[in-house]
């Protein structure tokens, strides 16, 4: 009899809980649509938006392409100086074309600067800074191209210096042996052995 009074008053809990809730239930359902609806609106809007921005944005791109064709400039692509802040909305086309012709302006200058202190490797230095434009970047390169060279050269004369110390041995006379015999031997006669090496001097390239 416990048992089923205990099992009928918790029956009766759970009925009541249910009618009790039902009110919030119906409200977080109401809710949770209207969260969704706005979640979806607010993705559609985001989407447009975006989309307007990309045209915004490929329209610059091609207008600053433009002026760049306008220019004529052939010493290396715009690529090379491309700046994505060009692409926001308060960048306007003037100031990106001065900022082009201040990058231009700097370029040359150092192209100068490159030319007056190594003019052994110039055409290479030239085409290794239009790659990385880093003028400190390069003149350490042009450093390491001349300790290069002067290692390659300092090998050159000492594999000479042996060549010609070997051709030298190779004429050089030899004490004649001694003999206890009243006959003399034969004089042998030693042909001297000529040689001529062509140098060719040139640059690696």
């Given at each position: 009899i416990l048992n089923k009074a205990a099992k009928e008053l918790n029956d009766r809990r759970i009925q009541i809980e249910r009618e009790w809730n039902a009110p919030l239930q119906e409200f977080k359902g109401i809710v949770g649509d209207t969260v969704k609806m706005i979640s979806d609106g607010s993705a559609k809007i985001d989407a447009v938006v975006k989309g307007v921005e990309s045209k915004a944005k490929a329209e610059k791109r091609a207008a600053i392409e433009?002026?760049?064709?306008?220019?004529?400039?052939?010493?290396?692509?715009?690529?090379?100086?491309?700046?994505?802040?060009?692409?926001?909305?308060?960048?306007?086309?003037?100031?990106?074309?001065?900022?082009?012709?201040?990058?231009?302006?700097?370029?040359?200058?150092?192209?100068?600067?490159?030319?007056?202190?190594?003019?052994?490797d110039g055409d290479v230095l030239r085409a290794y800074y239009l790659d990385c434009l880093d003028l400190q970047r390069t003149l350490a390169y042009s450093a390491t191209l001349k300790a290069n060279r002067q290692r390659l050269q300092e090998e050159q004369a000492r594999r000479q210096a042996e060549a010609q110390a070997t051709r030298e041995a190779y004429v050089a006379p030899t004490a004649e042996p001694t003999t206890t015999t009243a006959q003399e031997a034969p004089e042998v006669a030693i042909h001297e052995i000529l040689e001529r090496t062509m140098v060719v001097r040139g640059t690696r390239e």
């Open positions: 433009e002026l760049w064709e306008r220019k004529g400039i052939t010493l290396l692509p715009l690529s090379k100086l491309w700046d994505d802040k060009w692409l926001n909305k308060t960048k306007r086309l003037p100031a990106i074309e001065k900022e082009i012709g201040e990058k231009l302006l700097k370029i040359e200058a150092e192209l100068d600067t490159l030319a007056a202190v190594d003019t052994e």
